[in-house]
């Protein structure tokens, strides 16, 4: 979801005009726009199109608008719609349209918080430091202020870190690579299933490399080079051709 960028003064200016747009409606009627219910509307709509899309479950609030902002209130079933242009984890901002002749339309900004288990480096790692378990620890985060995809493996025994981290620094893909566990010139056992076969074969790695890493590797008995991805030490899988 992209998201896009929203001040106050550009909200209260939409509301303002939304309240214009709507002002011959309210002179000939006391009935105002409910505005807790709009908000609580526009929280329920945007959680429902972020379950659809298949987004991470988020907790939503929908901010104030300007107490003195008197919608009239709408006769018609409430349009949402996300603005576009929108670039931000932490807010999206939803257009709230009123289809009364005159009818309004607002932008109200949302507040989105993803908590998370995340890895979390309890002590300074210095660069190219492969992580043990007194390296980190498990925290609840709100994911989405972060700037980067926090790490999800269920273990970081297999990485290392790519620059020196802060202790604190949530572990983010960007910061980690993978530990190189096969060196170039080492013996493995490549494994390719052909249908309900398994073939398996000994290979010389070529390049060096970690978990889940592809690399180069030679079938001992036919001199054929092939790509492999590395699974552990001593094991490799054929790269299946898309």
């Given at each position: 979801?992209?998201?896009?960028?929203?001040?106050?003064?550009?909200?209260?200016?939409?509301?303002?005009?939304?309240?214009?747009l709507?002002?011959?409606?309210?002179?000939?009627?006391?009935?105002?726009?409910?505005?807790?219910?709009?908000?609580?509307?526009?929280?329920q709509?945007?959680?429902?199109?972020?379950?659809?899309s298949?987004?991470?479950?988020?907790?939503?609030?929908?901010?104030?608008?300007?107490?003195?902002?008197?919608?009239?209130?709408?006769?018609?079933?409430?349009?949402?719609?996300?603005?576009p242009?929108?670039?931000?984890?932490?807010?999206?901002?939803?257009?709230?349209?009123?289809?009364?002749?005159?009818?309004?339309?607002?932008?109200?900004?949302?507040?989105?918080?993803?908590?998370?288990?995340?890895?979390?480096?309890?002590?300074?790692?210095?660069?190219?430091?492969?992580?043990?378990?007194?390296?980190?620890?498990?925290?609840?985060?709100?994911?989405a202020?972060l700037?980067?995809?926090?790490?999800?493996?269920?273990?970081?025994?297999?990485?290392?870190?790519?620059?020196?981290?802060?202790?604190?620094?949530?572990?983010?893909?960007?910061?980690?690579?993978?530990?190189?566990?096969?060196?170039r010139?080492?013996?493995?056992?490549?494994?390719a299933?052909?249908?309900?076969?398994?073939?398996?074969?000994?290979?010389?790695?070529l390049?060096?490399?970690?978990?889940?890493?592809?690399?180069?590797?030679?079938?001992?008995?036919?001199?054929?080079?092939?790509?492999?991805?590395?699974?552990?030490?001593?094991?490799?899988e054929?790269?299946?051709?898309n």
């Amino acid at each position: 979801m992209h998201h896009a960028p929203w001040t106050y003064r550009a909200g209260l200016a939409l509301a303002l005009t939304a309240f214009l747009l709507g002002q011959n409606v309210s002179a000939a009627s006391a009935s105002v726009q409910n505005v807790a219910a709009l908000r609580l509307q526009a929280e329920q709509w945007l959680l429902a199109q972020m379950a659809h899309s298949g987004e991470e479950p988020a907790m939503v609030r929908a901010g104030e608008l300007d107490p003195r902002v008197k919608l009239a209130a709408c006769t018609q079933p409430l349009s949402f719609t996300i603005a576009p242009g929108q670039n931000s984890q932490q807010k999206v901002h939803v257009a709230v349209s009123c289809s009364d002749k005159p009818g309004w339309r607002l932008f109200l900004p949302m507040s989105l918080s993803r908590q998370q288990w995340v890895w979390v480096a309890n002590r300074t790692i210095m660069a190219a430091t492969p992580f043990n378990a007194a390296h980190w620890q498990r925290q609840r985060r709100d994911v989405a202020s972060l700037p980067c995809a926090a790490f999800d493996k269920d273990t970081l025994t297999a990485y290392e870190a790519k620059m020196t981290l802060a202790s604190g620094t949530v572990l983010c893909e960007n910061v980690l690579r993978a530990k190189t566990i096969v060196e170039r010139g080492r013996s493995l056992t490549l494994t390719a299933d052909q249908g309900s076969i398994q073939i398996r074969a000994v290979v010389e790695a070529l390049d060096n490399g970690g978990i889940g890493q592809r690399i180069r590797v030679r079938n001992n008995s036919t001199g054929r080079i092939i790509d492999a991805v590395i699974v552990s030490a001593s094991d490799v899988e054929l790269v299946r051709a898309n």
